[in-house]
């Protein structure tokens, strides 16, 4: 099993930024592809960002140029810094991975963190 901890969000007004964190525990051999992904009220889930070991980040189009994934390898932690944020930017933020576990490559999701621009 893995664990996805997040941490960081908050309440903040427009044109300011704020940093999400997820850190992962539990048993796995490596996590792969890392993820933000995000759901506002009445809305569908969306893919914010994501990162893998080898490739490039890829965005949403709503983020591009003010999101950035990043993560550190040794802590098994990654990051979402989120500048010029907008109050559409409001929802609950959701870590994800792949992670290789005994029991194959297995998706993960933290438990969310709630983001909420607006002056």
């Known amino acids: 099993q893995v664990q996805l901890v997040e941490s960081g969000g908050g309440l903040v007004q427009p044109g300011g930024s704020l940093r999400l964190s997820c850190a992962a525990s539990?048993?796995?051999?490596?996590?792969?592809?890392i993820g933000w992904d995000r759901q506002a009220p009445g809305k569908a889930r969306e893919l914010v960002a994501t990162?893998?070991?080898?490739?490039?980040?890829n965005y949403a189009d709503s983020v591009k140029g003010r999101f950035t994934i990043s993560r550190d390898i040794a802590k098994n932690t990654w990051y979402l810094q989120m500048n010029s944020l907008k109050p559409d930017d409001t929802a609950v933020y959701y870590c994800?991975?792949?992670?290789?576990?005994?029991?194959?490559?297995?998706?993960?999701w933290g438990q969310g963190t709630q983001v909420t621009v607006s002056s």
């Open positions: 994800n991975c792949n992670a290789r576990t005994r029991w194959g490559v297995v998706g993960y």
């Open positions: 539990g048993s796995f051999f490596s996590i792969n592809t």
């Open positions: 990162l893998t070991n080898v490739g490039s980040p």
